[in-house]
């Protein structure tokens, strides 16, 4: 699976779950601190979505887990070294719990 095709295909359970929910894109979009336009991109998977962004969706649409929203059979080709998880507000424990995910989903199994 191509990096750009697991955009389109978060963007899709995100817009599934939301119109699940009855929710506006513009109710979604300011709970997050996005633009409407921008929410409707991430949907298209036309706009990447940041990871601080997957949480505060994550709040939005209710769902327990950002595992939730990614789908489970997509692998990193780089799962063995170092994961570096930089640039964003993650906490401490959403790092773990990234790094969990990526290592039992990517390392491999398929």
Same mark, same amino acid.
């Given at each position: 699976?191509?990096? /750009?095709? /697991?955009? @389109? $295909? $978060?963007? +899709?359970? *995100?817009?599934? !779950?939301? !119109? +699940? *929910?009855?929710? =506006?894109? %513009?109710?979604?979009? &300011?709970? $997050?601190? /996005?633009? @409407?336009?921008?929410?409707?991109?991430?949907? @298209?998977?036309?706009? !990447?979505?940041?990871?601080?962004? $997957?949480?505060?969706?994550?709040?939005? *649409? !209710?769902?327990? %887990?950002?595992?939730?929203?990614?789908?489970?059979?997509? %692998?990193?080709?780089?799962?063995?070294?170092?994961?570096?998880?930089?640039? %964003?507000?993650?906490? &401490? +424990?959403?790092?773990?719990?990234?790094?969990?995910?990526? @290592?039992? =989903?990517?390392?491999?199994? =398929?």
């Amino acid at each position: 699976m191509a990096d /750009l095709e /697991l955009y @389109r $295909i $978060i963007g +899709a359970a *995100l817009a599934a !779950k939301r !119109k +699940a *929910l009855r929710l =506006k894109q %513009s109710e979604v979009a &300011d709970q $997050i601190g /996005l633009t @409407r336009a921008s929410l409707a991109n991430i949907e @298209r998977g036309r706009q !990447k979505i940041m990871l601080h962004q $997957i949480y505060r969706l994550a709040s939005a *649409l !209710k769902v327990e %887990s950002i595992i939730d929203l990614v789908p489970s059979n997509f %692998s990193f080709e780089q799962a063995s070294g170092p994961l570096m998880i930089e640039g %964003s507000d993650v906490s &401490d +424990a959403q790092r773990a719990q990234i790094e969990q995910y990526v @290592r039992r =989903k990517g390392g491999g199994r =398929k």
